[in-house]
């Protein structure tokens, strides 16, 4: 079984300001960013059938903002227009398809 815990870092070192364990990234992040830290640092433990931890890894990652970007689309040229024009038509009246 694999068990999973987050911690808010201040920087991506061990010994660094910390508050933590989260059991979500979400949490973690969200913590992060309240403290004005940059860091997440993510604990796996590899866990047997007697609750004994077999394996450990950790890992620090920075969570990104996500922000909008404008996307804009050209319009169809007039060639374009003409070509899905013809190509609905075929599609709705059957022309085209294989018999």
């Given at each position: 079984?694999?068990?999973?815990?987050?911690?808010?870092?201040?920087?991506?070192?061990?010994?660094?300001?910390?508050?933590?364990?989260?059991?979500?990234?979400?949490?973690?992040?969200?913590?992060?960013?309240?403290?004005?830290?940059?860091?997440?640092?993510?604990?796996?433990?590899?866990?047997?059938?007697?609750?004994?931890?077999?394996?450990?890894?950790?890992?620090?990652?920075?969570?990104?903002?996500?922000?909008?970007?404008?996307?804009?689309?050209?319009?169809?040229?007039?060639?374009?227009?003409?070509?899905?024009?013809?190509?609905?038509?075929?599609?709705?009246s059957g022309k085209g398809r294989s018999e």
């Open positions: 079984m694999t068990e999973r815990g987050f911690h808010a870092y201040e920087a991506d070192n061990e010994k660094a300001e910390h508050y933590g364990t989260f059991a979500t990234a979400e949490e973690a992040e969200t913590v992060a960013l309240k403290l004005g830290w940059e860091w997440v640092l993510v604990v796996r433990h590899e866990v047997d059938e007697h609750g004994v931890i077999t394996a450990e890894t950790k890992r620090f990652y920075q969570p990104g903002i996500v922000t909008a970007t404008e996307m804009k689309v050209a319009s169809l040229t007039e060639a374009e227009v003409k070509f899905f024009e013809e190509y609905e038509r075929q599609m709705y």
